[in-house]
């Protein structure tokens, strides 16, 4: 049997049809850092004057080394040495400088470009975040901006430095004594082409060794998240031999790439140590022959000596160019998203919501062609309680997306209190509807500010008032530090059932005019359960309601039932009506019982 | 010092050789890289000096060699710490994992899955890379430190006193700044969780900062929080943007120093040309091992924490052994009784926190091929109870037994064969759909599987798909719904042919009609096997042949539903809540 732990990467997200060219996602990176052009240009300044003056300093020594090769002149050595230390430490504080104004540039970059997103995705329509994994959205706007700013710092900030520092060791290379430095330079096409074969090397060696990584983990990850399966059935050793595989592979493969990369340092060294003996042996060879002096092979053993940094940050900052650009292009389809759900030009404020709702003939898709609900007509009036039902998928809780416009219809239309939803305001219409959600969600703060989210200028005593009309007062005041007692991440030192009381309670201070109630699955005691049934009664009396019912009789007191299935309501009615007519909701009513009912006319 | 890494090297033991091996390789390469300043002493003084043609050449020649050979030999060590490095990195693995899987239930509540990821990932990582590190520099460390300390001495003593300025001055830039970039980067891992925290909260609630039109409240929050963390990683940039320019100067003010100092004429023990120059290379070889040292000492005492934390996952003793006493019995002969005597159960004390109890004095008999229920809300200990029958737990006190037999006596492995659960959470494997059914038996025929998806009412939904039984999961499941992977789950459980099956809130994404066709479907297939259903809906208990009420860790009430309705004040107010009605 072929082992089944083991999978492909999943395949990346599409990419759209017109993708930018990496040049111009290059370009717009750029503009994040260049938008301070004032400090880049300072960084280049203090670059060009820093560079020359660290140049200077094997120069002087030269200059002392010749002294030092006839009669000696003390006096002259003195100022040499004085020199070189002028030299050095204005050399070092121009640099350290510079390299301050450079990170100073880069983190303010960072936080632009993560500001930037951060406010574009919020507006942003539901659609954009029902579409993506979290973890993805995440990534993005962490990592993919870190890898970004790191780019800018080490790399490109190196490669001006060090190409500042190139071009200017050619240049006094040269002034100082050609034929040296051509000695020195000849070594730069032998260092270009063994940069690039290990580049050509190591490439594909660590793109294979993520893959592996990538299974590897993925085999990992699976197993120990479902450990208890796989203890169920019996299956460790299986998934031992099936782990030993990918880590062994993964061990080939990181062997592979990491000797590869280890040959960098040694390899560059023999280079560079090959071509100081290149210029000794000519710096010797016309020394001897009277045609040059001992201090100017000295100096140029210093210059060749610095040679080599230059050209391998070069070819390092090239592959992480490749890696920058990537990121920024995840980020920048990001930015590019619009918002789908908008509000119509002139769109008028809803005024304060009576409650009379209307759906006529609404058709909805998410995908296109894959219709989620047909033709859905109905008309709620003030303050009914209306039931939604159905088998699952079949479009109950896409209908609660539309009321609230975070999908919009694709045919037909919604009105309340005689308005289009599309004709008025996003934000007041949300503003004025509550919804209950089936998972409740509370944010890490503590218990009063997650009241008052729903209203910021609520008062402490609103929020408490609230909290009592809730049933949630008591297990409140009963809590470490009351009202200010901090939540952890989600919620979780709560119960599942003082979770929702609470999310009812925000919902009272929230104060809406309709609300939508999306029926978690009962798993809390029945005490609990008694309470919030009560609190939710509150929350509804005298508002529109619309409940998605996973339990009949949540529902059965409604003024209207719909009964959706495969996106259309099939029937609707009272409770009354509908079990009269023994139809599809009866049958689903009558299933509860399994047939272990005598006298089930009694109940019904 | 660093207990923990000394523990882990007991994994090295029979390695010596190639340790030494190594290490050996390393030695002679800096040794090399020591003579090569030499050479240039030589090729100034005793060459261009005295205008000697022949020397010259030499010294160049020597001078290319002994780079190339110690290019050569530091290269041979890079492969050896390659090797050690990514070999420590699959043993630790390996160890983990085999760890991990010996593992119960009760192991696997004391590390979150996510820990146990992160020592399988990072931690070895870190462990990895410190051994690379060692590798590399063990050997030269000392060799390049001692050796140029030894040449400067023999060569240029009177510039001796210039090298302890710089390594004196050199150790004390390096240790503050490093410690203080210790200090500060920990601050700005702080920050980076707080910004990343409101992210992750505010996309995973977007529906409710949507809900109450709080965007413009979330993007305020955002920014508070990204520019503390803008601060707080400016600060130990800043510092490390001075640490290479400052070794530059330092090093250039001591060559600057030993031409004056060694130079000046006036100096009874002036040094050569070559003198100066040896000694400023060798100012520079001294400090690498400096440097290196720098780099090293975070990455061991991040190893140290890493080992730390694996050996508390290697030092876990699993909490259900497996009994190697041969019995009486075999899995042919099972039947499915399941006893339950004075059983108690409570979860062991952790991080702190006292024992919990969960089950209290359980008694209870389930005749072989009854079907039976545990109806209770969270918390009432029904997952529990039933998680003791396969022994994911062991009990407490009281004894389990099916058949006649403790179930501690019975192997694991014919245990788990008679027994099959379904967990809550319906966790699917990447793979086929084939694949996951017959996970609990390979070997199974074409029609067992079949027998077994049409018993879970997942034969027709995979038959729909174009592959059929071919078809991909995708890992966890994800391209299935909620309710399809529990009926996937279901099969599974039903293709191992168990004598007890155990559905542990498993059709609790099933609608009541489909529901209801499963359990009449299991009892079909499943003729002769006791069925335990634990539910907390009414309609998933309300056909068993007993029903076992529990509320807070004990059996309240038990019997059929009529009875219980009849008899159990609590059977009532449920039916109530759930049905809408005491159906009489």
Same mark, same amino acid.
């Not at chain 2, 240029?156 to 410690?179: F, K």
């Not at chain 2, 209290?360 to 039933?386: M, R, W």
């Given at each position: ?17 017109? +993708? ?67 030299? %050095? !430490? ?25 500001? &930037? ?31 970004? +700013? ?53 490439? /594909? ?74 210029? %000794? ?63 119509? /030009? ?27 609900? *047909? ?24 209908? !609660? ?55 910021? @200028? ?72 008694? *309470?919030?049934? &009560? ?25 209207? $039932? ?43 | ?29 800096? !040794? ?25 050449? &030499? ?92 040449? $400067? ?37 702080? *920050?980076?969780? @707080? ?55 330092? $090093? ?52 140290? %924490? ?8 290697? @030092? +876990? ?64 200990? *029904? ?145 002769? %096997? ?11 208990? $309300? ?30 107010? !449920? ?10």
């Amino acid at each position: 049997m072929k082992p089944f732990l083991r999978r492909k990467s999943p395949s990346k997200s599409p990419i759209p049809a017109e +993708a930018p060219t990496k040049i111009q996602t290059f370009h717009r990176l750029n503009s994040y850092m260049t938008r301070y052009s004032g400090k880049l240009a300072l960084v280049v300044v203090l670059l060009l004057i820093g560079t020359i003056l660290n140049l200077m300093v094997p120069y002087l020594l030269g200059l002392g080394i010749n002294n030092l090769s006839g009669p000696r002149d003390a006096a002259a050595l003195g100022q040499t040495a004085l020199g070189m230390v002028a030299a %050095a !430490i204005a050399s070092w504080f121009l640099m350290a400088w510079q390299g301050q104004v450079l990170a100073s540039v880069v983190m303010k970059g960072l936080y632009d470009l993560r500001r &930037q997103v951060f406010n574009h995705m919020m507006p942003l329509s539901l659609g954009f975040f029902d579409r993506r994994p979290i973890g993805e959205l995440i990534s993005s706007v962490t990592n993919d901006t870190e890898v970004i +700013a790191l780019f800018f710092r080490s790399d490109l900030g190196e490669l001006i430095s060090q190409g500042i520092r190139l071009i200017f060791l050619v240049i006094v290379m040269f002034w100082l004594d050609w034929r040296l430095a051509i000695a020195a330079l000849v070594v730069t096409p032998l260092f270009t082409a063994f940069m690039q074969l290990l580049s050509n090397a190591s490439a /594909p060696a660590y793109q294979a060794l993520q893959e592996q990584i990538g299974e590897m983990t993925g085999l990992m990850e699976e197993t120990i998240s479902g450990q208890k399966v796989v203890i169920a059935y019996d299956r460790q050793e299986e998934a031992i031999e099936n782990f030993k595989e990918l880590s062994l592979a993964a061990m080939t493969a990181g062997k592979k790439a990491r000797f590869i990369s280890q040959l960098s340092r040694p390899g560059t060294l023999v280079l560079t140590n090959l071509d100081i003996a290149l210029v %000794a042996l000519v710096g010797g060879s016309l020394t001897l022959k009277g045609l040059s002096d001992i201090g100017t092979v000295v100096t140029f053993l210093q210059y060749t000596r610095q040679l080599s940094v230059p050209l391998s940050t070069f070819a390092g900052a090239v592959d992480n160019l490749f890696g920058a650009i990537a990121a920024g292009e995840r980020v920048f389809r990001i930015l590019d998203e619009k918002p789908t759900i908008v509000d119509r /030009p002139n769109a008028i404020p809803m005024p304060p919501i009576q409650g009379h709702v209307e759906f006529r003939d609404v058709d909805f898709s998410y995908v296109p062609g894959r219709k989620i609900l *047909k033709h859905n007509t109905f008309t709620a009036l003030p303050g009914q309680k209306i039931g939604l039902c159905g088998p699952t998928g079949a479009g109950k809780s896409t209908m !609660i997306n539309l009321i609230t416009r975070y999908y919009d219809v694709d045919s037909g239309d919604i009105l309340i209190d005689g308005h289009s939803i599309y004709d008025v305001k996003q934000e007041d219409l949300r503003r004025q509807i509550g919804i209950v959600l089936q998972e409740p969600f509370l944010f890490s703060d503590t218990v009063m500010n997650n009241l008052r989210y729903a209203r910021l @200028d609520a008062t402490e005593a609103d929020c408490m008032d609230a909290a009592k009309r809730a049933n949630a007062h008591d297990f409140i005041m009963r809590l470490p530090q009351g009202y200010d007692t901090l939540l952890t991440e989600r919620g979780n030192n709560l119960s599942q059932g003082q979770r929702q009381l609470l999310t009812i309670a925000r919902m009272m201070v929230q104060d809406p005019r309709m609300v939508i109630l999306d029926e978690a699955t009962s798993n809390v005691d029945t005490q609990t359960e008694q *309470k919030i049934q &009560q609190a939710l009664n509150r929350l509804m009396a005298g508002r529109t309601s619309f409940v998605i019912a996973h339990r009949l009789s949540t529902i059965r007191d409604s003024d209207l $039932i719909l009964v959706l299935k495969a996106g259309q309501i099939i029937e609707r009615g009272t409770h009354d009506e509908m079990m009269a007519q023994q139809g599809f909701y009866y049958n689903l009513f009558m299933s509860q019982f399994k047939g272990k009912l005598a006298g089930v006319a009694q109940v019904v | 010092m660093l207990p923990s890494l000394r523990r882990f090297i007991a994994i090295y033991r029979g390695y010596h050789r190639p340790f030494g091996v190594s290490q050996l390789l390393q030695a002679i390469a800096s !040794i090399f890289t020591l003579l090569v300043p030499l050479m240039l002493q030589k090729l100034l003084d005793d060459g261009l000096m005295v205008g000697d043609r022949d020397t010259t050449i &030499q010294s160049v020649i020597w001078m290319a060699v002994f780079s190339c050979l110690a290019a050569g030999f530091s290269i041979a060590n890079s492969w050896y710490a390659v090797q050690f490095s990514e070999h420590t990195a699959h043993a630790v693995r390996m160890y983990l994992y085999r760890k991990i899987q010996s593992f119960s239930f009760g192991n696997l509540d004391q590390f979150p899955t996510s820990d146990l990821l992160v020592n399988m990932t990072s931690d070895v990582n870190l462990i990895k890379t410190a051994v690379q590190s060692v590798i590399l520099l063990l050997a030269q460390t000392p060799i390049l430190f001692l050796g140029s300390l030894y040449l $400067i001495y023999t060569n240029s003593p009177n510039l001796v006193w210039i090298m302890w300025a710089v390594v004196i001055v050199t150790a004390l830039v390096l240790y503050l700044a490093l410690r203080q970039i210790g200090v500060l980067f920990e601050t700005r891992q702080a *920050k980076l969780d @707080d910004v990343n925290s409101v992210l992750q909260e505010d996309l995973s609630g977007i529906r409710v900062v949507k809900a109450f039109v709080q965007e413009d409240y979330e993007m305020r929050r955002y920014d508070r929080a990204n520019e503390a963390f803008r601060k707080a990683s400016l600060r130990p940039m800043q510092i490390a943007t001075y640490l290479q320019p400052t070794l530059f100067v330092i $090093i250039n003010l001591a060559t600057a120093a030993a031409l004056w100092f060694g130079g000046n004429p006036t100096n009874p023990n002036a040094a050569s040309v070559g003198q100066i120059l040896a000694f400023s290379q060798y100012l520079a070889t001294v400090l690498v091992p400096l440097v290196a040292l720098a780099i090293v000492m975070p990455q061991m005492s991040a190893a140290e %924490a890493s080992a730390t934390r694996m050996f508390r996952v290697m @030092d +876990a003793v699993p909490l259900v052994p497996d009994p190697d006493n041969s019995l009486d019995w075999s899995v042919a002969k099972a039947q499915g009784q399941i006893v339950f005597e004075n059983v108690s159960f409570q979860y062991p004390a952790k991080d702190g926190q006292p024992p919990t109890p969960v089950l209290k004095n359980i008694n209870l008999t389930i005749e072989p091929g009854q079907t039976v229920a545990f109806l209770g809300a969270t918390g009432s200990g *029904k997952s529990t109870l039933v998680n003791l029958i396969p022994r994911f737990y062991d009990a407490t006190s009281g004894r389990i037994m099916i058949d006649g037999i403790d179930v501690r006596d019975m192997p694991l492995q014919d245990l788990y064969h008679i027994v099959a659960i379904v967990l809550q959470e319906s966790v699917l494997f990447s793979g086929q759909v084939r694949d996951n059914i017959c996970y609990g038996k390979p070997d199974a025929t074409e029609e067992e599987m079949i027998a077994a998806a049409v018993a879970a009412d997942a034969h027709s939904f995979v038959s729909a798909i174009p592959e059929g039984y071919d078809a991909t999961v995708a890992r966890r499941g994800t391209n299935f719904s909620g309710g399809q992977r529990q009926r996937l789950s279901i099969a599974r459980a039903l293709t191992s042919e168990p004598k007890i099956v155990i559905l542990d809130d498993s059709t609790s994404a099933l609608d009541m009609e489909t529901e209801a066709r499963v359990q009449d479907a299991i009892e079909q297939l499943m003729a002769g %096997a006791t069925t335990i259903f634990v539910a907390q809906r009414i309609s998933t208990v $309300i056909a068993a042949d007993q029903i076992f009420l529990m509320e807070a860790g004990e059996i309240v009430a038990s019997g059929t539903h009529e009875q219980l309705v009849q008899t159990s004040p609590l059977y009532q107010i !449920i039916c109530e809540s759930q049905l809408g009605g005491v159906p009489a």
